[in-house]
């Protein structure tokens, strides 16, 4: 299967990629904003379909 489908099949949406996380930060109150290797990211382990990815 390719990486790019595998979304449909785990019941999560693709991740958004923004220019601004501070107001997806928001969205939810287990939002949390980490920075890995160069990029920031929204990540949410109780519904992770509030994922984004910055950079």
Do not use: E, W
């Not at 785990?10 to 601004?20: A, F, T």
């Not at 997806?24 to 990815?53: E, Q």
Request: net charge positive.
């Amino acid at each position: 299967m390719p990486r790019s489908l595998s979304y449909r099949y785990s019941g999560v949406g693709p991740m958004k990629v923004r220019s601004s996380l501070k107001s997806l930060k928001g969205r939810h109150r287990d939002c949390k904003v980490v920075r890995r290797k160069g990029r920031v990211y929204v990540i949410n382990k109780t519904n992770p379909r509030f994922k984004a990815r910055q950079g």
